[in-house]
């Protein structure tokens, strides 16, 4: 018990960037028939003079495997609020609000080749994105399959709509409202090895290209490591990297996030 709550205190909010990484839910779990899930869910809240936070964040996975056919159903959300004590009456600041879902299907067509589609619906207050909708599809080829180590290619064609705001202060409050439709290509390489019975460490690299002008791209590039603590329970520490050339509102080009969760199989 004593290392259990060590371990809890060290759990910080799960947080999910733009490009939602699907590799490092599906290389953990091999090839078992039937179904497969996994949870995760955090819940931190600390007060001190500085004011009061609040973090939140949940995501599950739910995947069914039968024969050539694969569908996974992912979901996430997550929030960080923060109270300043000085002000009581003041509205919470938020950190992080943001959620998706997605959906995908995969066809293995021999024992290198795989057809996939996809559809995703995500927002991210923070970074001011209203709305995404992504739909895409595309062959994964294996390049290298075995018991401790694999790697895989991706490249698929992807629509892309996103609806954001960008809001004003000078010299009057003012929101405008932007939509853009993109036609890009989805590039991946992933990869996975297991060392020992117990560690995992997976690594992934999106390169995502505007068809129409590829000077307009995206990188996201995510390294995890999971250790098992049981059968159903692991540790997992996982960094995050993304850079957008061209962000549709004024935010970062470059962001990054680094996370240490638990997640629970089922």
Same mark, same amino acid.
Request: net charge neutral; hydrophobic share 40%; glycine share 6%.
């Given at each position: ?37 996994? +949870? &995760?869910?955090?819940? $931190?809240?600390? %007060? ?7 973090? #939140?964040?949940?995501? =599950? ?34 950190? +992080? &609000?943001?959620?998706? $879902?997605?959906? %995908? ?7 290198? #080749?795989?057809?996939? =589609? ?87 690299t999106y390169f995502q290209p505007n068809l129409s002008n590829f000077s307009d791209f995206r990188i996201a590039s995510e390294t995890s490591i999971s250790v098992r603590i049981t059968n159903r329970l692991s540790l997992r520490t996982y960094f995050q990297l993304i850079y957008d050339t061209e962000p549709l509102v004024p935010v970062p080009n470059a ?12």
């Amino acid at each position: 018990m004593k290392h259990l709550l060590t371990l809890l205190l060290l759990f910080p909010i799960i947080c999910h960037a733009q490009v939602v990484n699907t590799e490092k839910l599906r290389l953990e779990k091999g090839g078992k028939r039937g179904f497969a899930g996994e +949870a &995760n869910l955090d819940l $931190g809240l600390a %007060r001190n003079r500085a004011g009061q936070t609040v973090r #939140l964040g949940a995501s =599950a996975r739910l995947e069914l495997l039968r024969g050539n056919h694969r569908w996974m159903l992912l979901g996430a959300y997550n929030l960080t609020q923060f109270n300043n004590v000085d002000e009581p009456g003041s509205a919470p600041k938020n950190f +992080a &609000n943001n959620g998706f $879902g997605h959906l %995908r299907y995969n066809y293995r067509a021999n024992q290198w #080749l795989a057809w996939e =589609a996809f559809t995703q619906a995500q927002y991210d207050k923070i970074q001011q994105i209203d709305l995404r909708l992504l739909v895409g599809t595309g062959p994964r080829l294996k390049l290298l399959r075995k018991d401790s180590a694999q790697l895989y290619f991706g490249a698929l064609y992807m629509f892309e709509h996103e609806e954001s705001r960008n809001e004003f202060e000078d010299p009057e409050p003012y929101t405008e409202h932007l939509i853009l439709d993109d036609h890009r290509l989805s590039t991946y390489l992933s990869a996975g090895i297991q060392p020992t019975s117990y560690l995992a460490i997976n690594h992934v690299t999106y390169f995502q290209p505007n068809l129409s002008n590829f000077s307009d791209f995206r990188i996201a590039s995510e390294t995890s490591i999971s250790v098992r603590i049981t059968n159903r329970l692991s540790l997992r520490t996982y960094f995050q990297l993304i850079y957008d050339t061209e962000p549709l509102v004024p935010v970062p080009n470059a962001m990054y996030v680094l996370n240490n969760g638990f997640s629970i199989a089922f």
